[in-house]
């Protein structure tokens, strides 16, 4: 059974700190993965798509990781501000072309001042 | 980045009464769009994928007959949720696919409380 695993669940983090949100997963056959930011009551944005072959991908304060091997992923946040606020989602597909989306339940990140 | 837009971004119904919502992406064609539900503190599930110009697939578990579909067009996608009822209340967001890597583009989501 495709699954994603994220963790922690929650965190709190000082404004200005940084910090590492972790995914793992067991999807097969892999096609890419995804690291969404989701406000609340918002739907998700994109903050990074990786395909087998990379390694880790930036996207402003926000860099992804990739370990294919160890099916592994992480995202670090720099600096973190007030707007960081929100759940971060990593999503894996399965299969080249595939729509189907195997979704991780989420880390809820709080920034305070 | 594509963007998805949805409409309402929140309503609420009395009980019985159906539901429009609509998904619309802005500026790109999307030939598949997908809807699903999120209830507070849940992840996303996936209700069901639209192709256009056909019906709709839905996941198991999804009543066709209570969550209709309809994707008449390229760049739009409506879910109406029908004779509604209080545990229909929840957060349902759709997707449009797009890209070289088929990405599904996120609308913001609609909060349907049914009282």
């Known amino acids: 059974k495709n699954q994603v695993e994220q963790s922690p669940q929650s965190l709190i983090i000082l404004e200005g700190k940084n910090c590492t949100l972790q995914?793992?997963?067991?999807?097969?056959?892999?096609?890419?993965l995804r690291w969404y930011k989701q406000d609340t009551g918002r739907g998700p944005v994109s903050l990074t798509i990786m395909t087998f072959s990379e390694n880790t991908k930036s996207n402003g304060r926000y860099t992804a990781t990739l370990d294919a091997d160890t099916k592994q992923s992480s995202l670090h946040i720099t600096a973190s501000q007030l707007s960081d606020s929100a759940s971060y989602i990593c999503?894996?597909?399965?299969?080249?072309?595939?729509?189907?989306?195997?979704f991780g339940k989420g880390t809820k990140l709080s920034v305070i001042p | 980045g594509a963007v998805v837009s949805q409409h309402p971004s929140w309503v609420i119904c009395k009980s019985g009464t159906s539901v429009k919502i609509e998904c619309r992406s802005l500026d790109f064609q999307a030939t598949t769009m997908f809807w699903y539900r999120q209830f507070p503190k849940q992840s996303l599930m996936l209700m069901a994928t639209s192709n256009e110009g056909s019906k709709a697939t839905y996941e198991q578990g999804v009543e066709k007959d209570k969550f209709l579909i309809n994707h008449a067009s390229l760049t739009l996608s409506t879910l109406t949720v029908t004779s509604a009822h209080p545990e229909d209340s929840s957060f349902y967001i759709c997707?449009?696919?797009?890209?070289?890597?088929?990405?599904?583009?996120f609308g913001p989501g609609t909060r349907l409380t049914v009282l």
């Open positions: 997707s449009a696919s797009g890209g070289p890597y088929n990405e599904q583009f």
């Open positions: 999503v894996v597909s399965a299969g080249a072309g595939s729509y189907q989306l195997t």
């Open positions: 995914c793992n997963y067991t999807v097969s056959p892999f096609s890419n």
